[in-house]
C-alpha cells in the first residue's frame, strides 16, 4: 500500500492543470466562508474564452473578489450562485447580471446531496461536478482539516465527480466535531499555494446595540447556552456577559465570532453545564480577525461539527436552556421578519435563523429572540421605523409570524407566542421608537388588527 506522502505527490497538481479539465456546463462549489478557492477559482477565470455555462456556488463571499466575476462582468460564461449574500455579493450584483442568492435553510443542505434529482425517496438537487475547498496542511494519518468552514464541505466532496483541495498553510486548524476533515484517498487532486485567509472585523457597537443587548440580558441565566449571530449587538453582547457575573454558560453556534473569545477568556462561558458536548463551543464555521483564527486554531475547547449536526432543530431541541440571538432588517403589524431583503434588493440570507427559532423554541428552557433597533437612518438623512405596517414589495419573509418567540429592540422586548393579530399587534408597536407609534396605530386600524381597547401610549 502506498503511503500518504506517495499519495500525495501523485495527486498534486498545478491549480492551471485542474482547471484545464472544467469542461463547458459543469457545476462547481468553489467552497464556502473561508474555504473558497483562490488559486483554482483564479485559473477557472483564465479559460473565460474557451468554456460556457459554468456555474458556480460560494457562500458568504469573502475577500479575494472572485477572478471569474472580474473577467467575466456580462456573464457571458460563469454564473454565481451564492447561499449567504456577503457585502461583496451585494455589490457585485448591483453591477452584474451573473449573480444570485440560492435560498436556504441551512441545518437541512446537506441533505441535498444524500440523493440525485428523481429518486423518491428524496428530494436533492443537481450533484456537483466539482467541489473545491481550501484546507489546512495533510496531517500524519492523512487528513486534510477544513478549517473554518465545515458546514456541508464534506457532504460535498463525497457527492461531487472530483474533489479538490486547495492546500493553505495559512488555514486554521479545528478540532472536531465531525466531518471537519476529509481523506486523501478520497481526493482526486491538491493544490498547493498559500492563500491569505480573509479576515472580517467584527461590527462596532452602538449605543443602541448596547441597549438591545441588556434587554437581551434579561433572559440569560447560569448555565444557559448562548447561539448568536452576526453583528454589532452580539458583539456588545458578548462584552457585557463577560462582566457579569454569570457563570457555566455554553455555546452551540453556527458561526463562531469574537463573542465567544470575549465570553471564554472571561471565564463565563465554560460549557460545564451543557448536556450535549460538554466542555466545548460547538459551531460549523468561523468568520472575524486574525486574532480570532489564532485563537481557534487547535483550541481544545471548540469543536468543529457538519451543519446538519449544528443546526438541525431537532438537535436543537435537546440543549437545555438554549438561548437563540439573532438580528432582523425590519418587522412588520403581523410580526413577520425579514433579515435577508430590502424590497427586491438580496442583503444577507436565511442561513441558519429558522432553525433556530424552531430548535431554541423547542429546547426545555429555551427562547428564540429576533433583535433590531426600532429606528434606522436612510441614505438621505431620514430616520424610518424598522417596524413597519407591511413589508415593501419584493421583501423576503424570513421567519414567519407563527414561528417568532420573542422581539426586542432598544425600547424593550415582547413574547408573541400563543398571541392572536391584535395582542401581536399591541406588543409590537410597544417595541418600535414612540415617534411612530400613532402612524403604526391607524395603520393595524385600517388592517383591522387593532382593537378598541389596545393602549396607546
Known amino acids: 500500500m502506498k503511503t500518504y506522502q506517495e499519495q500525495y505527490k501523485e495527486k498534486l497538481a498545478t491549480a492551471a492543470k485542474v482547471a484545464k479539465m472544467v469542461k463547458s456546463g459543469e457545476w462547481i462549489d468553489i467552497g464556502m466562508f473561508n474555504a473558497k478557492s483562490v488559486a483554482f477559482e483564479r485559473e477557472l477565470a483564465n479559460r473565460k474564452d474557451e468554456l460556457s455555462d459554468i456555474v458556480l456556488f460560494t457562500a458568504v463571499t469573502l475577500p479575494p473578489i472572485p477572478e471569474t466575476l472580474m473577467k467575466d462582468p456580462l456573464g457571458e460564461t460563469f454564473t454565481y450562485i451564492d447561499y449567504h449574500f456577503s457585502p461583496v455579493s451585494r455589490i457585485i450584483q448591483e453591477k452584474r447580471r451573473n449573480v444570485f442568492y440560492n435560498p436556504t435553510q441551512f441545518g437541512e443542505s446537506e441533505f441535498w446531496f444524500e440523493s440525485k434529482p428523481g429518486d423518491p425517496d428524496k428530494i436533492g438537487t443537481r450533484l456537483r461536478d466539482w467541489s473545491v475547498a481550501r484546507v489546512a496542511p495533510m496531517d500524519k494519518d492523512g487528513y486534510f482539516n477544513f478549517g473554518l468552514s465545515n ?38 487532486y491538491i493544490i498547493e499555494e498559500d492563500s491569505v485567509v480573509a479576515e472580517m472585523p467584527p461590527a462596532v457597537p452602538s449605543e443602541i446595540d448596547r441597549q438591545i443587548a441588556n434587554h437581551v440580558l434579561d433572559h440569560i441565566r447560569d448555565g444557559c447556552t448562548i447561539q448568536l449571530g452576526i453583528g454589532g449587538m452580539p458583539n456588545a453582547l458578548g462584552q457585557i456577559i463577560s462582566e457579569t457575573d454569570l457563570k457555566d454558560l455554553g455555546g452551540h453556534t453556527e458561526m463562531l465570532g469574537e463573542s465567544y473569545m470575549t465570553m471564554m477568556a472571561s471565564g463565563k462561558m465554560n460549557n460545564q453545564k451543557k448536556m450535549l458536548d460538554r466542555g466545548k463551543t460547538v459551531y460549523t464555521f468561523g468568520a472575524g480577525t486574525k486574532n480570532l483564527y489564532d485563537w481557534i486554531d487547535h483550541n481544545a475547547a471548540l469543536a468543529s461539527f457538519n451543519v446538519e449536526y449544528v443546526n438541525n432543530p431537532l438537535n436543537l431541541a435537546h440543549i437545555d436552556n438554549l438561548i437563540s440571538i439573532n438580528q432582523a432588517l425590519e418587522v412588520d403589524l403581523y410580526n413577520q421578519v425579514s433579515a435577508e431583503s430590502s424590497a427586491f434588493k438580496q ?94 396605530i391607524k395603520a393595524a386600524e385600517e388592517r383591522k388588527i387593532w382593537r378598541y381597547s389596545n393602549k396607546k401610549d
Not at 466531518?179 to 478520497?186: G, T
Not at 428564540?368 to 421583501?395: E, M, W, Y
Open 347 to 440: 442583503i444577507s440570507g436565511n442561513g441558519g435563523m429558522l432553525d433556530f427559532c424552531l430548535g431554541a423554541f423547542y429546547s426545555k428552557g429555551g427562547r428564540s429572540l429576533i433583535c433590531l433597533p426600532s429606528t434606522h437612518t436612510d441614505k438621505n438623512g431620514n430616520r424610518k421605523s424598522r417596524i413597519v405596517p407591511a413589508f415593501q414589495t419584493g421583501t423576503i419573509t424570513t421567519v414567519p409570524r407563527q414561528c417568532v418567540n420573542i422581539i426586542v429592540t432598544e425600547q424593550g422586548w415582547a413574547s408573541f407566542k400563543g398571541d392572536s393579530t391584535w395582542v401581536r399587534t399591541n406588543k409590537i408597536i410597544s417595541l418600535a421608537h414612540p415617534d411612530f407609534r400613532e402612524d403604526l
Open 151 to 188: 458546514g456541508i464541505t464534506l457532504a460535498l466532496m463525497e457527492t461531487s465527480k472530483k474533489a479538490v483541495v486547495e492546500v493553505s498553510k495559512n488555514i486554521p486548524y479545528c478540532y472536531g466535531g465531525a466531518r471537519e476533515r476529509i481523506h486523501i484517498s478520497d481526493v482526486d
